[in-house]
């Protein structure tokens, strides 16, 4: 086993019990991932649909998978194909175009609804205050089950400074889940990254997605 098998079991021994490690597998080989999933990983996250499913074409259901990019509305039936989990609902449209897809395949379909928590223009999500009426319609939606919040949060230079957009998604999620509304079930926080993930534990969060920590540095 390499480096890449030495850093997943790492990460699988000081994580806490009840957070899931997510590795984020963008731009990564099926060599690279191979390893991380024999070493232990059992939840790949990507970010495109394209090149997720070359991925998963190789990998399959040895692991599950979370959608954590962007989502298109035109690509949700071949991503409801790939995916486990979609962590980046932030509107009624797609929230619409994924229940009509599971509802054909007639299951309940997991997402998480993507929350925009620092408020940046270039970034998807959904901002915090529009967070519950988008909760109420898509919880209208028989074929969905929204399970949590997801956030990115912004790039900063000290990880410390993404701590309060961490703590108003938890704040967020703790408000929501007493919302008591059908098809919801408030469970799974998923926040931190590579540098972040420590920080997003101790304010909450139970799923963080790794990349560079575990694989090193892309194009490397």
Known sequence: MGLIADRVREFLEEIPRGVTLVAATKTRNIEEITE?????????GENYIQEAESKFNAIGRRVKWHMVGHLQRNKA?????????????DNV??????????????IQYPVLLEI???REEQKAGILPENAEQLLYNISQ???????????????????EDIRPYFRLTKKLFEKLKGTQLPNVEMKYL??????SWRIAIEEGANIVRIGTAIFGARGK
């Open 36 to 44: 991380a999933v024999d070493a232990g990983i059992r939840v790949i």
């Open 77 to 89: 039936e071949k991503a409801l194909e790939i995916f486990d989990c979609i962590e980046t609902v």
């Open 93 to 106: 449209r797609l929230a619409k175009e994924i229940n009509r897809i599971a509802g054909r395949k007639g």
């Open 116 to 118: 925009n928590s620092a």
């Open 141 to 159: 939606l028989n074929n969905l089950r929204v399970e949590g919040l997801m956030t990115m949060g912004p790039l900063v230079d000290n990880p």
């Open 190 to 195: 998923s926040m931190g990254m590579s540098d």
